[in-house]
């Protein structure tokens, strides 16, 4: 069983995997040993009309759908999931939510800027130590006037310090809990906010994460994203739609790591014959084989409801907690059929177990996936 793609979304998956292979592949284990941002691929994809490929053409989007996103999300992380990582921090996340939640004349001003590459986003929610609007460093916004007055911590901020917009999630209304949250669109070049340190992490690191301090950073009335209050129904939903790209990732990285597997066993002769010939190494790539196909479906079929306007947060939350329980497993099997060859840094395993985890991990939903799933299943 296939998913059937139009004649664009072939094209568009062709072009991603080509890129991928000629302007990725090259530089993937020098970003990963470096961790540096790597502003020069980022400038090719601005060239693909990758960053803004699923956003209206008013904006200087592509128009051409979700599916068309995920699917070069999964080619990218076939050889860097950090550079997948960037793509979906600032599409799924920055983007994604001015392009919802945004008024008109944000749109004009951030969305355009985000889709034509001028700046590249980011999506600041996280606080250190404590859940959001919870812990000392939280981030308060106070109105005065025709400003809002920014101040607080977020942490593990992917894109952050390479950023030019921030989608930022603030306290308005301490009284109101979880309700007085409101999001923000914040200039990263705005007076008072830095940086206060890059993180260094185990996988994704081409994907620069950051401690942004926001030290009473003014924010104009205009850049509230929503209204006042609707910051945690604008992070579920967000989050939910980059779930689904979270999903292409795990298998677009499960994919890489289960090939590189199969050749590896075709190579590798013990007792006379290569391994892949053993039962026990079959049935480790039949059920990678399966959970990837499985979740390929799943990722694709999610996309599709996002682009139509139906539903999706029930599939987007299915596909987060499946993604979470076969990535990890597929990369221990690989590492278990190269063995000693795949714990080491001579082989891409090592890699690929790194950023899968970090797939897996990241961007935690608001509510626990199965929370989401039997929610659905009982209203």
């Known amino acids: 069983m296939s998913y059937p793609l139009t004649e664009e979304q072939q094209l568009i998956q062709q072009n991603a995997k080509e890129f991928a292979l000629e302007c990725v592949e090259p530089a993937a284990a020098e970003i990963d040993h470096t961790a540096a941002h790597p502003a020069d691929i980022v400038k090719k994809m601005i060239e693909q009309d990758f960053l803004g490929i699923f956003m209206p053409s008013e904006f200087g989007g592509a128009e051409a759908g979700y599916l068309s996103y995920a699917l070069i999300i999964e080619e990218l992380s076939r050889v860097s999931g950090a550079v997948a990582a960037i793509l979906m921090n600032h599409a799924s996340l920055a983007a994604y939510s001015i392009n919802r939640w945004g008024s008109a004349e944000q749109k004009t001003t951030y969305l355009s800027a985000l889709c034509q590459g001028e700046k590249l986003g980011a999506f600041a929610l996280n606080e250190p130590g404590a859940a959001l609007g919870a812990g000392e460093h939280k981030v308060a916004a106070v109105k005065d006037?025709?400003?809002?007055?920014?101040?607080?911590?977020?942490?593990?901020?992917?894109?952050?310090?390479?950023?030019?917009v921030y989608i930022v999630f603030a306290q308005t209304n301490p009284e109101a809990g979880a309700k007085g949250i409101s999001a923000f669109i914040v200039d990263g070049q705005s007076d008072g906010l830095s940086i206060a340190r890059i993180i260094n992490k185990m996988g994704l690191r081409g994907c620069q994460s950051a401690e942004l301090v926001f030290d009473n950073v003014k924010v104009p009335v205009a850049n509230l994203l929503g209204a006042e209050g609707a910051g945690l129904a604008i992070a579920a939903e967000a989050l939910a739609a980059t779930s689904i790209a979270e999903g292409g990732m795990v298998v677009g990285i499960a994919q890489a790591a289960m090939e590189d597997a199969v050749k590896y066993g075709k190579q590798r002769i013990q007792f006379g014959r290569p391994i892949a010939s053993f039962p026990a190494i079959q049935t480790m790539l039949a059920e990678m084989a399966t959970n990837?196909?499985?979740?390929?479906?799943?990722?694709?079929?999610?996309?599709?409801?996002?682009?139509?306007?139906?539903?999706?947060?029930?599939?987007?939350?299915?596909?987060?907690?499946?993604?979470?329980?076969?990535?990890?497993?597929?990369?221990?099997?690989?590492?278990?059929?190269?063995?000693?060859?795949?714990?080491?840094?001579?082989?891409?395993?090592?890699?690929?177990?790194?950023?899968?985890?970090?797939?897996v991990i990241k961007n935690s939903s608001i509510d626990f996936p199965e929370k989401i799933i039997a929610g659905n299943l009982l209203a």
């Not at 101040?151 to 390479?162: D, H, Q």
């Not at 139906?310 to 990890?328: S, V």
């Open 145 to 164: 006037g025709d400003t809002y007055v920014l101040k607080g911590r977020k942490c593990y901020v992917a894109n952050g310090g390479v950023a030019g």
């Open 292 to 359: 990837i196909h499985m979740l390929r479906l799943a990722v694709y079929d999610a996309a599709t409801l996002l682009e139509n306007g139906e539903p999706f947060a029930a599939e987007a939350a299915m596909i987060k907690l499946f993604a979470a329980r076969i990535g990890q497993s597929a990369l221990i099997d690989v590492i278990q059929i190269e063995g000693g060859y795949g714990y080491s840094q001579e082989m891409v395993a090592s890699r690929l177990y790194r950023d899968i985890k970090g797939a």
